[in-house]
């Protein structure tokens, strides 16, 4: 989910109209919606509707990465909520993880998220699981020499 203005309501012509709505942040969304499948989670936001949520007592975080959407230049970061009646004691552990990732400090990132998968159990954790085959792939390939740690999903 993305939040911001947008435009709702019924766009067209007479001989066609439809009930929509349009803007950035709409697209912003549509892209978050097909990257919570690719990375394992049930939800996806970005960094400003977690700002807006800051405060609330009933939703906790997980800083899941950063994105550059199809269209887009610039990473945004994105994250996953949860109730803070689940138990999110591993998220510490998953953000750990996720620093070491990024600082290219892989054989620590994999450790760590290896940790926290078994830390799930049964439950398992998508976004370590999409983090261990990125890495299995780093470690098959190399590293490139243009490679950043955002995510970068196409079409």
């Given amino acids: 989910a993305s939040a911001d203005d947008v435009l709702i309501g ?5 001989n066609r109209l439809s009930y929509t ?8 969304a549509a892209r ?3 990257a919570s499948g690719k990375v394992g989670t049930s939800n996806l936001f970005c960094d400003h509707t ?5 405060g609330r007592e009933d939703v906790l975080w997980r800083r899941v990465g950063a994105l550059v959407a199809a ?15 689940d138990p999110t004691d591993w998220i510490a552990d998953f953000e750990a993880s996720l620093a070491l990732y990024e600082a290219k400090d892989f054989a620590g990132a994999r450790e760590g998220f290896e940790g926290v998968k078994a830390d799930r159990g049964e439950l398992g954790d998508g976004p370590s699981e999409f983090y261990l085959a990125m890495l299995d792939d780093i470690a098959t390939r190399g ?10 999903l196409k079409k």
């Fill in 143 to 152: 590293v490139p020499a243009d490679w950043t740690p955002v995510l970068a």
């Fill in 10 to 14: 019924t766009f067209g012509t007479s």
């Fill in 50 to 54: 977690r700002e807006l949520c800051e």
């Fill in 21 to 28: 709505a349009l803007g950035d942040r709409v697209n912003l």
């Fill in 71 to 85: 269209g887009k230049s610039e990473a945004v970061p994105i994250h996953e909520a949860f109730d803070r009646d």
């Fill in 32 to 34: 978050l919606e097909a």
